[in-house]
Structures are given as C-alpha cells and as structure tokens.
C-alpha cells in the first residue's frame, strides 16, 4: 500500500512557481530583496520541484497581506441632500406636466375654458420646494456646502 505524501514534498506546477516569481517580484519592489538575492531566489523558485523547496525562497518574507477590500465612498451629507433635491423635483415635475396635460386635454375636448385647478396641485409643492431649496442654502454654511 502507498504511504501518504508529506505536504512538502508534493509536486508542484508553473502556475506555483509564478506565484512565488510574482512574490518575490513584490518583495523586490518593497525593498525587502536587493537585486543580487532576488535574482538567486528566482533561480531557486523555477528550479524547485516539490512544495519544500518552493517555502523555503520566502520562508523569511513576510506573509502577504490578502487584497484590500475598497470601500464605495458614502456620499456626504450635502450629495445626499442634492440627490433628494433632485428627486423631490422630479416627482414635482412629473406630477404637474400630467395634471398640466390632463386640464390642457379637458379644455380642448369641452371647447370651453375651465378653471386652472392644475395650480393647486404645482403652486404649494412648487413653493415648498422652493423654501426648502432656499433653505438650505442659507442654512448650508460648513465644510459640506459646495
């Protein structure tokens, strides 16, 4: 019956040998090789042939740190109250072009002139938003105010 292969004496592939070629490129480039003991542990990382081998060239560098997870920026105080602006507005002007629409139809289809009832909906949400939209403007003063 086979015995067991210890872990280092497993062989290893390219693929293995290129990550350990990538590593000590890295630890190059941070200055923890010089030029000389690179170029040897190179050598050494394409000539192993079993996993032993392929520790003991960064056995004494440091363990790599995984990639950094990046964070999506959180938008200020003052982006988010922009994009509820614009929003708000929006909502706004939908609504007042459907209701602008539906009185412009009405009065065309009666051939009669009816009282714009259209304003009651647009003017006060219009006014609020305007006050808002005043506001906050004045009241943006601080490192958020662009």
């Given at each position: 019956m086979n015995q067991p292969v210890r872990?280092?004496?497993?062989?290893?592939?390219?693929?293995?040998?290129?990550?350990?070629?990538?590593?000590?490129?890295?630890?190059q480039a941070e200055g923890r090789l010089d030029l000389a003991e690179y170029d040897a542990?190179?050598?050494?990382?394409?000539?192993?042939?079993?996993?032993?081998?392929?520790?003991?060239?960064?056995?004494?560098?440091?363990?790599?740190?995984?990639?950094?997870?990046?964070?999506?920026?959180?938008?200020?105080?003052?982006?988010?109250?922009?994009?509820?602006?614009?929003?708000?507005?929006?909502?706004?002007?939908?609504?007042?072009?459907?209701t602008l629409l539906i009185w412009a139809v009405t009065c065309i289809a009666s051939a009669s002139w009816i009282y714009p009832w259209w304003i009651w909906v647009a003017g006060p949400w219009g006014a609020v938003l305007l006050a808002g939209w005043i506001g906050g403007r004045v009241a943006g003063v601080g490192p958020d105010r662009r």
């Open positions: 872990p280092e004496d497993v062989r290893i592939g390219d693929s293995d040998r290129e990550a350990v070629a990538g590593r000590l490129g890295r630890a542990r190179l050598q050494a990382a394409y000539a192993a042939r079993t996993a032993g081998e392929l520790a003991r060239v960064t056995a004494d560098l440091p363990a790599e740190r995984g990639p950094q997870a990046v964070q999506p920026a959180r938008p200020g105080k003052a982006e988010r109250r922009r994009t509820a602006q614009r929003a708000a507005v929006a909502s706004w002007a939908s609504v007042s072009t459907v």
